[in-house]
T-cell receptor, first 110, second 112 residues
Framework: QKEVEQDPGPLSVPEGAIVSLNCTYS??????FMWYRQYSRKGPELLMY????GNKEDGRFTAQVDKSSKYISLFIRDSQPSDSATYLC??????????FGAGTRLFVKA | EAGVAQSPRYKIIEKRQSVAFWCNPI?????LYWYQQILGQGPKLLIQ????????DSQLPKDRFSAERLKGVDSTLKIQPAKLEDSAVYLC??????????FGPGTRLTVT
């Protein structure tokens, strides 16, 4: 079992839709949770960085962590074609050995 | 603020040859990471430095991979000798202590 799992997609949505991206993890010691966006042939770009359970909002993006079910979510409101990318979730216990999911490919159609 | 710089951007070598990658992190970032990303997969941590010291290299194939970070700033990752399965993108990232990581553009390595 991988420590962080994501549905690889692809996920295709129309412009303006609310997008929900999800990950599950197995290591109950994970305390820090991140979402990255990666465009083709680019390095990952940090979108959200959260600690423990709860919600964090930044513009059109909301990250949600439920430690009781080991579930991580990223919501994108009013999705745009420019949001088309691969979204990676990642976790670590506190500064060491970040584990990434394989990524979910998202396509937002104009 | 300048981002993480990496070079070269692309490299093609034959198996059994050697190759080196260079990374310059964001100024002031104490922690530097090297990742390997194979097509269709998430980045896999190879080595993590805190200033000059190694804090995790458990997934670094030490028989062929080596990395150093001199003076706690720039870093180089070397592969010698390369194998076909080393074809991947090598990503460098940096962070303030245990904060979110900021990635460079990566080096795309093809081993033929």
């Amino acid at each position: 079992q991988k420590e962080v799992e994501q549905d690889p997609g692809p996920l295709s949505v129309p412009e303006g839709a609310i997008v929900s991206l999800n990950c599950t993890y197995s290591n109950s010691a994970f305390q820090y949770f991140m979402w990255y966006r990666q465009y083709s042939r680019k390095g990952p770009e940090l979108l959200m960085y959260t600690y423990s359970s709860g919600n964090k909002e930044d513009g059109r993006f909301t990250a949600q962590v439920d430690k009781s079910s080991k579930y991580i979510s990223l919501f994108i409101r009013d999705s745009q074609p420019s949001d088309s990318a691969t979204y990676l979730c990642a976790s670590h216990t506190g500064g060491f050995k970040t584990i990434f999911g394989a990524g979910t490919r998202l396509f937002v159609k104009a | 603020e300048a981002g993480v710089a990496q070079s070269p951007r692309y490299k093609i070598i034959e198996k059994r040859q050697s190759v080196a990658f260079w990374c310059n992190p964001i100024s002031g970032h104490a922690t530097l990471y090297w990742y390997q990303q194979i097509l269709g997969q998430g980045p896999k941590l190879l080595i993590q430095f805190q200033n000059n010291g190694v804090v995790d290299d458990s997934q670094l194939p030490k028989d062929r991979f080596s990395a150093e970070r001199l003076k706690g700033v720039d870093s180089t990752l070397k592969i010698q000798p390369a194998k076909l399965e080393d074809s991947a993108v090598y990503l460098c990232a940096s962070s303030l202590e245990s904060g979110g990581q900021y990635f460079g553009p990566g080096t795309r390595l093809t081993v033929t």
